[in-house]
């Protein structure tokens, strides 16, 4: 079974901040998966990636497969930004439609 | 599209009582997830469907029972509610052609006392 591993658990920043958050895997994936939570709230998708990188307005997802590590980057954050980042991964052969799920990262984005 | 709803939003159960939570998807998926969220957890899956009339077990599926007789429906049902059952339930819709990306309902908050 993947362990998934996410840190910071906790990030606090003022607006206007570049925001790193971190995800680490154990074992070969077949995708990864950053999603977002706001409080109280439902969780959306963000990015799903396999190789490389991908860019969303502000935000920017990147993988490195042999590392098996990813980032989840935000640019000039915002308060709006504060939420909790999940990262999840899927299986590389197989269930490959099943997920792993890291714990989170709670992000606060001070005005 | 509705995307994937949920019913109900919140709920109190007393201990020993049961219950079903509803899931329904219109975005014609076969890949239907029960998970639930527990503070400073990550989700845990519950039970998975594959597709209308098949369902297998997950991590955590002790408590509880599914099953899927349509494409859009994926109820959970409680069984005998126990203190450990409250949590945070998300129920999930997938489909092969856009890679098995996600998509959750509103979650349903449930509190058993």
């Known amino acids: 079974k993947n362990e998934v591993e996410q840190s910071p658990q906790n990030l606090t920043a003022q607006e206007g901040e570049f925001i790193t958050i971190n995800c680490s895997y154990s074992?070969?994936?077949?995708?990864l998966h950053w999603l977002q939570q706001h409080p109280g709230g439902g969780i959306v998708s963000l990015f799903m990636l396999s190789s490389g990188k991908k860019k969303h307005g502000r935000l920017i997802a990147t993988i490195n497969i042999q590392e098996k590590h990813s980032s989840l980057h935000i640019t000039a954050s915002h308060p709006r930004d504060s939420a909790v980042y999940i990262c999840a991964v899927s299986e590389l052969r197989g269930s490959n439609y099943k997920l792993t799920f890291g714990k989170g990262t709670l992000l606060t984005v001070n005005p | 599209n509705a995307g994937v709803t949920q019913t109900p939003k919140f709920r109190i159960l007393k201990i020993g009582q049961s219950m079903t939570l509803q899931c329904t998807q219109d975005?014609?998926?076969?890949?239907m997830y029960w998970y639930r969220q527990d503070p400073g957890m990550g989700l845990k899956l519950i039970y998975y469907s594959v597709g209308a009339g098949i369902t297998d077990k997950g991590e955590v599926p002790n408590g509880y029972n599914v099953s899927r007789s349509t494409t859009e429906d994926f109820p959970l049902r409680l069984e005998l509610a126990a203190p450990s059952q409250t949590s945070v339930y998300f129920c999930?819709?997938?489909?092969?052609?856009?890679?098995?990306?996600?998509?959750f309902g509103p979650g349903t908050r449930l509190t058993v006392t």
């Open positions: 074992v070969g994936i077949s995708a």
């Open positions: 975005m014609n998926h076969n890949y």
């Open positions: 999930a819709s997938s489909n092969r052609r856009r890679s098995y990306e996600q998509y």
